[in-house]
């Protein structure tokens, strides 16, 4: 139930920074910008799927995979091998 309402909510919140977007430009050029930007939020919630599960908390709510990994990643101790970690794993890290 939650997952399906974070869905929804993400569905508005494109659909609505779709409706911003469109006015502005072309719709050839606005497909280039949606695909980003719907790759970066996958990518994004993968990364914090895994941090959540490598610090031993794992989670399905992106909203507290996100707090998991704010607080690791402000933590002087953690931050260093945390990002170390998701770099070895993903090749990336979102900041």
Known sequence: MNENKNTQ????TLWNSAD???????????KSYLLGLVFYKYLSDKM?????DVLEEPTND??????IYD????DNDLHDDLLANIKDE???CIE
């Open 9 to 12: 909510g993400l569905y508005q």
């Open 20 to 30: 911003i977007l469109r006015s502005k430009m072309d719709a050839s050029e606005y």
């Open 48 to 52: 914090l799927y895994y941090a959540a």
């Open 62 to 67: 992106v909203k507290k995979a996100y707090q």
């Open 71 to 74: 607080k690791a990643y402000n």
């Open 90 to 92: 993903f090749f990336y």
